[in-house]
């Protein structure tokens, strides 16, 4: 008896093979030329008259044959589906992780699902924005987000001053040049937040994606280790349809 995943493993073949040979069908039944003979043989008028050989051309599609063929070959397509999809509403396994069972007897079309779904989250995770190793941070609950330590900085302010290059005398006035002065005027607590993630965290959900995509694939080869029941939907069908 065949198991599920033979039946899916060997479905893609036959399809491809019946989409060919219906295709193969289909153009040489609209070749009028094909499905046409003939048979003429030829007497003279008298005895003295000109003998000429019989012609003939044989019919070389005949549509009859042309529909066992095909009924033959869409037989194989229907029951092979037929069995995968009986069997598929069959098919069904726990996703266990850490010895746990997570999700109890998934459909195996499901786990497909999920697989797919598991993906595009691994991505999404991936992506995920993580701390600025550069800074120490400390979750800081009044505005749900992560902070650094208080860090104190110094404001200047350019004043001007006045140096006296030479003194007035009686004749002369003084020579004074201006120069600015950086002068602490006040100070700066800054405080950083952000809304990213500690790297230990993002690596963390990794890790329960990766361990969650590897249980999925493994149901679904359980579930599609089932033993399939050979379905006969073909042989009904047609035989209606041609009967």
Do not use: C
């Not at 044989?58 to 009859?64: D, L, R, S």
């Not at 069904?92 to 797919?116: H, I, R, W």
């Not at 900085?153 to 006035?173: M, Q």
């Not at 361990?211 to 679904?220: G, H, M, P, Y």
Request: hydrophobic share 40%.
């Amino acid at each position: 008896m065949a198991k599920l995943n033979q039946i899916i493993a060997v479905e893609k073949g036959i399809k491809s093979e019946s989409l060919r040979d219906l295709t193969d069908a289909h153009q040489l039944l609209q070749k009028p030329a094909l499905l046409s003979g003939i048979s003429r043989t030829y007497r003279p008028k008298d005895e003295e008259g000109e003998q000429l050989p019989p012609e003939s051309t044989k019919v070389q599609v005949k549509a009859q044959e042309a529909i066992r063929t095909t009924v033959s070959v869409l037989t194989k397509l229907f029951d092979v589906t037929a069995t995968k999809d009986w069997a598929n509403g069959l098919a069904k396994a726990d996703v266990t992780v850490d010895g746990n069972v997570l999700l109890a007897q998934v459909p195996v079309s499901y786990l497909l699902f999920l697989e797919k779904q598991l993906a595009d989250v691994h991505t999404f995770v991936k992506k995920l924005p993580t701390l600025d190793a550069s800074e120490s941070w400390t979750f800081d609950t009044s505005t749900d987000s992560w902070a650094t330590e208080a860090m104190q900085t110094s404001k200047t302010k350019k004043i001007p001053r006045n140096h006296v290059k030479a003194e007035a005398t009686e004749h002369h006035p003084a020579q004074v040049e201006v120069y600015y002065e950086d002068v602490v005027v006040g100070y700066w607590r800054t405080v950083k937040f952000s809304g990213a993630l500690p790297a230990t965290r993002v690596n963390e959900l990794l890790e329960r994606v990766e361990k969650l995509q590897q249980a999925v694939k493994f149901a679904r080869e359980e579930a599609n280790s089932l033993e399939v029941v050979d379905q006969k939907i073909g042989d009904k069908v047609f035989g209606y349809l041609f009967a």
